[in-house]
Nanobody, 114 residues
């Protein structure tokens, strides 16, 4: 599986961004896709995940502000980020989890200015 992430950038607090992650390769092996964020000096943490059947899971800090969705036809996962806060600033990584393997995409920087 290969993952291509896009959509990061600089936005003011209160603004919105949409991250996308396109998967290619052994798509049938993917069970869960998700986004993880790593702020400077901190560990990488779960932001949101979505399963094959559409079940979602969110970090408490983003509930009500972020929405993860899956476009199965395009093998793409999106993260709609709204009401962004400076503390959301991080490098965001897409992850695809299968039965046997876990694949990480390259990170995309999200910077929220106050």
């Amino acid at each position: 599986v290969q993952l291509q992430a896009s959509g990061g950038g600089l936005v003011q607090a209160g603004g919105s961004l949409r991250l996308s992650c396109a998967a290619s390769g052994s798509i049938s092996a993917i069970a869960v896709m998700g986004w993880f964020g790593q702020a400077p000096g901190k560990q990488r943490e779960l932001v949101a995940t979505i399963t094959l059947n559409g079940q979602t899971n969110y970090a408490d800090s983003v509930k009500g502000r972020f929405t993860i969705s899956r476009d199965s036809a395009k093998n793409t996962v999106h993260l709609q980020m709204s009401s962004l806060k400076p503390e959301d600033t991080a490098v965001y990584y897409c992850r695809a989890e299968g039965v046997l393997t876990t694949t990480w995409g390259k990170g995309t920087q999200v910077t929220v200015s106050s």
